[in-house]
Nanobody, 129 residues
């Protein structure tokens, strides 16, 4: 079955960096675009970044663009989220997700949580001021 396992979260001071990883298994990883979402306490889950099947196309939420970088290694079935210049408002549980339909493409689909069918358990990121 599809499994997504996130790692790399933790506590970091404002201005610091973290690298999240998501190890995928149980499906043809290179055939699906992947996304990262986050959810802060009392808030809805929000889009952070997404990457196309090949890794050549990426999308970012405005709040993280130029600070976060999403990438993937199809040989290792892993997607990454490099987070730099972290801010206290980045504090959230971060989730890795797989699109429900391999044919979805473009920002509209990749930024929409309902387009994703499988989710990891999440990893906590806490940024202290």
């Amino acid at each position: 079955q599809v499994q997504l396992v996130e790692s790399g979260g933790g506590l970091v001071m404002a201005g610091g960096s973290l690298r999240l990883s998501c190890a995928a298994s149980g499906f043809a990883f290179s055939s699906y675009s992947m996304g990262w979402f986050r959810q802060a306490p009392g808030k809805e889950r929000e889009f952070v970044a997404a990457v196309s099947m090949s890794g050549k196309t990426t999308y970012y939420a405005e709040s993280v663009e130029f600070r976060f970088t999403i990438s993937r290694d199809n040989a290792k079935n892993t997607v990454y989220l490099q987070m730099n210049s972290l801010k206290p408002e980045d504090t959230a549980v971060y989730y890795c997700a797989r699109l429900g339909n391999a044919y979805y493409s473009g920002r509209y689909h990749l930024q929409t949580p309902l387009r994703y069918s499988h989710w990891g358990q999440g990893t906590q990121v806490t940024v202290s001021s």
